[in-house]
């Protein structure tokens, strides 16, 4: 059965940093992309960013401040955000792509979810 676990998330003051994990287990994942997404209060889940074995890809409200990163070895993908800002507060979401290739950006390409982490910044 293939589970996956987010942690990291928590209370922070704008500005602050804070590294999300997500452990991935009951299969292999080094050959898919994996990604996390965010979904604010009322609004629709959006991409944040997504890692594959060539590459990383990330939305621009991030870019430059957060970074994707994974350990095949522990089956684990990382987002590190820095800078946080009030607008990052949401639930924050790790999945795994349908495809070996791409760096998908829907939500529609990505069969295996977490349950999600909260991430609340304050200003």
Known sequence: ?????????GLVQAGESLRLSC?????????YAMGWFR????KEREF?????YSGSR???SVKGRF????DNAKNTVYLQM???????????YCAVARARWGLPTSNLEYEYWGQGTQVTVSS
Do not use: H, M, W
């Not at 059965?1 to 998330?9: A, I, P, W």
């Not at 452990?23 to 050959?31: L, V, Y």
């Not at 970074?67 to 994974?70: A, D, E, F, L, N």
């Open 1 to 9: 059965q293939v589970q996956l676990v987010e942690s990291g998330g």
């Open 82 to 92: 820095n800078s946080l800002k009030p607008e990052d507060t949401a639930d924050y």
């Open 48 to 52: 944040v960013a997504a890692i594959n």
């Open 39 to 42: 979904q604010a209060p009322g």
């Open 67 to 70: 970074t994707i990163s994974r």
């Open 58 to 60: 990330y939305a621009d």
């Open 23 to 31: 452990a991935a287990s009951g299969r292999t994942f080094s050959n």
